[in-house]
């Protein structure tokens, strides 16, 4: 009976290593035929630089939203909150591919750089909270934005790459500057 059992985990632990290696395979494979790099999230670094470089581009540019999509967790959600018409804050919860579907068009109608200013990170263990600030530009070539913000971005690390959770932002408003500290040191 004892042999039976020690046959059966042997032959199950078998076909797990082999459904993995052979899903680890697939996702490679996904990966070239969506564009995606890897590499790109290796590091908290890169993987926020990644995030900035797939949604920018110029006008009649197209995304590589494979790439974009890479870089969340199935669960994650991009928060963008400000005030309605009413003057009340909200917030939107959308999936990156909600975010594709929302704004990937306008994106590259109009052109759009999302450029990174200044960079607060709080990390723990594997989990990192990074404060943001951007400016953002119809052109790589603009000389002034016309707006920046704020991205608070949670991430966590598996062990093996940085997957962000969320993206939740704001963006600059009159009544509603960034302070001094979430800018550039003059």
């Not at 797990?16 to 494979?29: C, F, H, R, S, Y």
């Amino acid at each position: 009976m004892k042999n039976i059992f020690i046959a059966l985990f042997l032959a199950l632990t078998t076909l797990t290593v082999q459904a993995q290696k052979k899903e680890k395979k697939g996702d490679k494979e996904e990966q070239k035929v969506f564009g995606i790099d890897s590499t790109k999230v290796t590091t908290l670094d890169k993987t926020i630089k990644t995030l900035y470089n797939t949604i920018s581009g110029e006008k009649g540019e197209k995304r590589n939203w494979g790439q974009f999509k890479f870089l969340f967790h199935k669960d994650a959600k991009l928060i963008p909150s400000g005030k309605n018409k009413n003057k009340v804050h909200i917030a939107k919860y959308m999936s990156p591919s909600d975010y594709v579907k929302t704004s990937g068009t306008w994106l590259i109608e109009n052109g759009f750089f999302e450029k990174e200013i200044h960079r607060e990170v709080q990390k723990f263990g594997n989990i990192a909270q990074v404060f943001s600030t951007y400016e953002a530009f119809y052109s790589n070539s603009d000389e002034q934005p016309f707006m920046r913000g704020i991205n608070s971005i949670q991430l966590m690390n598996d062990g093996e790459r940085w997957w962000i959770l969320n993206v939740f932002w704001t963006q600059e408003t009159e009544d509603n500057p960034i302070p001094e500290k979430y800018l550039p040191k003059k």
